[in-house]
């Protein structure tokens, strides 16, 4: 790996949010201030083809990336907030149901958050 993989693989894995490619700047940039955005796109995309982290994809918003680590998402609907939510593994249940090998899954839930919920009461109180 590049020095820049490296150091964007670890911004990823060391991160507990889930960070677009312009969040992943920001950090990266702290370090080798030359940097520019170009490099950090590539250098995702590089990591993610190569399935050291994960793509998280939702309608409407950037790319968000996260480690490779056995967990699925809650997406508020509402405010676009990603959340860790961990829900019994289906890898079983999936190979059944196909017949053999997958490559991966990706679960989303989409609900609306308890913030975006306490706004939606207080509106209506007004």
């Known amino acids: 790996m590049t020095k820049y993989e490296t150091e964007i693989y670890n911004i990823i894995t060391a991160s507990t949010e889930h960070l677009t490619v312009e969040q992943i700047y920001m950090e990266i940039k702290k370090i080798y201030p030359k940097i520019v955005m170009a490099t950090v796109y590539n250098n995702v995309n590089k990591l993610w083809r190569a399935r050291l982290i994960r793509k998280i994809s939702v309608e409407n918003m950037p790319d968000r990336y996260d480690r490779i680590v056995k967990h699925d998402h809650l997406v508020c609907q509402t405010c676009g907030k990603l959340m860790d939510i961990t829900f019994e593994d289906l890898t079983d ?3 059944e149901q196909m017949g ?3 490559l991966s899954y990706d679960l989303k839930v989409f609900y609306i958050c308890p913030e975006c919920q306490e706004r ?7």
């Open 120 to 126: 939606e009461r207080s509106s209506e109180m007004r």
């Open 93 to 95: 249940s999936l190979r």
């Open 100 to 102: 053999g090998e997958f």
